[in-house]
């Protein structure tokens, strides 16, 4: 008997150092880790003790004798990968002690985020005896884009949300969400109460495609509707035009299928997930009914995971197409993702089927439409042109960071300019004294959750060691000076409590509508969520 991991596998290798048989692969450190779509269990070398199930922070791990039928493939899935990647040793990797300076036993980092790079950051700091950490966050809710960005039928994905819970509750970590540095508070001032400044932002930009037509009412940024539909904050007040029973999503990465999965499948089945209330109501009356997903590069270069593929393939109420024109070389390579493609492109859709359209080798060269968006004119290959009909344009095509006031910024990729997490000048190459960074804002918008981790300790390693040698200056002030400061600047400051009290009435309407949560998604509102009652 074996444990197989499965769909969902955040990569964040919690299960790796707690395996007696160390059969999980890749491990940190290991070539292919960065860029494995997830980890594997080797059916060879498993012993089904059930540790790494029970680590698994998503759900993600299921012993074969209860292997739901869904997920049946990921016994060749994981098999499949120690045939290229046989197992040659199997000591466990040692466990890091980390310990401050006898003579510096206290050390205070701001982090400014609270997605999942902050928090694992935060989690590798505050384990450490004498650290404080602060976390700000500008946003009333924490955990960014796992709150923000995981799509809400994929609830599992969304339980690392309480291993970061039991992170921020720790004695030694303070929370002040609902203030902005830069606005509330600068940077300066934040190294005035800290011995460092983790920034870990993320990218809440996003790319363009530089066409005519892009700025075209209906044409917007998978980031914005996928904002929308999860409650955000800022997408509070968005509307989409569901009118038409087309939309096109230009992109092949796994936020494109999210968004395509989103549209087409029936609205019945995100009914009892916590999709924003709002976006559960347009979607109710919505006439798309067929979403082509388009990408420039062939299917082999796709960017979207097999994991994120075989969902979709499988979601119930919509069928999977793909015009077999468009596969070229494609069609005749043998591995799963082509597998699943070659069969999309075999099938017919029959009479008011639910249809995701995949279409490759297609460059967008304009969104076209007098007042609003009419269709899209696609380059293929070989020179000719396609225009597609549709009323609705979601441009997947990567986030993006924004430039931190006060900070380098590298403008071409969007992030931080930095060495192992110490951010840089630019023009000088040297690090900017006290500022970290992690998260997508260091590497840009790339990898899945758990790509956070290896990220956070990297810049947490960097930080520590900076600090035991005696680089980073000691604060002027302390945590009870640093509270007076935030309040004086914002009153409606969320702390733990506060924050406590907007997930306890999120929790309770949503188990009155049987649901996991019902979300408060304007500012105004969450605040309100976040005062004692009476």
């Known amino acids: 008997m074996t444990f197989v991991i499965t769909l969902g596998c955040c990569n964040d290798s919690s299960c790796v150092p707690v395996c007696p048989v160390q059969c999980i692969r890749p491990r940190p450190g290991d070539p292919d880790f960065t860029t494995a779509e997830q980890l594997y269990i080797d059916p060879a070398t498993c012993i089904d003790c059930g540790a790494c199930m029970d680590e698994c922070p998503v759900d993600a791990i299921h012993s074969e004798y209860d292997l739901p039928e869904s997920l049946a493939d990921y016994l060749e899935i994981n098999e499949a990968y120690f045939r290229t990647h046989p197992i040659e040793e199997s000591l466990p990797p040692d466990p890091v002690h980390r310990r401050l300076p006898a003579d510096r036993p206290v050390l205070s980092v701001a982090i400014v985020g609270s997605g999942p790079a902050a928090c694992y950051a935060a989690g590798e700091l505050s384990a450490v005896k004498g650290v404080t950490v602060s976390v700000f966050e500008r946003l009333p809710t924490p955990y960014g884009l796992v709150r923000a960005g995981v799509a809400p039928d994929h609830p599992n994905t969304k339980k690392v949300a309480d291993r ?107 009914a009892a997930t916590d999709i924003a209330d709002h976006a559960l109501a347009a979607l109710e009356t919505s006439r798309v009914a067929d979403v082509v997903v388009a ?87 070989d020179g000719t042109t396609e225009t597609v009909p549709a009323t609705l344009v979601l441009r997947a095509v990567g986030y993006r960071g924004r430039s931190v006031a006060g900070l380098p910024f590298d403008e071409v990729r969007g992030t931080l300019p930095h060495e192992q997490g110490r951010v840089v000048d630019a023009a000088s190459g040297l690090p900017v004294p006290g500022v970290y960074c992690s998260g997508w804002i260091k590497r840009g918008a790339t990898g899945v959750i758990g790509s956070n981790k290896t990220d956070s300790a990297e810049t947490v390693e960097a930080l520590l060691h900076d600090f035991e040698a005696g680089r980073l200056r000691d604060p002027l002030h302390g945590a009870e000076q640093l509270a007076k400061l935030v309040e004086a600047r914002q009153p409606a400051v969320v702390d733990k409590q506060a924050w406590a009290r907007i997930d306890q009435a999120e929790r309770r309407s949503g188990r009155e509508a049987g649901r996991p949560r019902r979300k408060l998604v304007r500012h105004e509102d969450l605040l309100a969520g976040s005062r004692p009652v009476g």
């Open 164 to 270: 970061f819970a039991a992170v921020l509750s720790r004695a030694n970590v303070q929370c002040f969400f609902n203030v902005e540095v830069g606005r509330d508070v600068t940077i300066d001032e934040l190294l005035e109460h800290h011995h460092a400044v983790l920034w870990a932002g993320g990218a809440d930009d996003d790319r363009r495609l530089g066409i005519p037509g892009e700025d075209l009412p209906g044409c917007h940024s998978a980031r914005e509707f996928v904002a929308w539909y999860n409650g955000h904050p800022d997408a509070a007040g968005s509307s989409f035009d569901l009118g038409g029973e087309r939309a096109v999503v230009i992109g092949n990465g796994n936020v494109a299928l999210d968004v395509a999965r989103l549209l087409a499948q029936p609205v019945t089945a995100l």
């Open 295 to 381: 990408a420039r590069r062939a299917p082999e270069h796709a960017a979207y995971t097999t994991g994120e593929l075989l969902a979709l393939d499988r979601t119930e109420g919509v069928t999977l197409l793909a015009v077999g024109d468009d596969l070229g070389s494609a069609a005749h390579v043998e591995d799963r993702r082509s597998e699943v493609v070659a069969a999309a492109a075999a099938r017919t859709a029959g009479p008011g089927e639910r249809t995701v359209t995949f279409r490759y080798g297609l460059r967008p060269v304009a969104v076209n439409g007098t007042d609003a968006v009419e269709s899209v004119t696609f380059e293929r290959p």
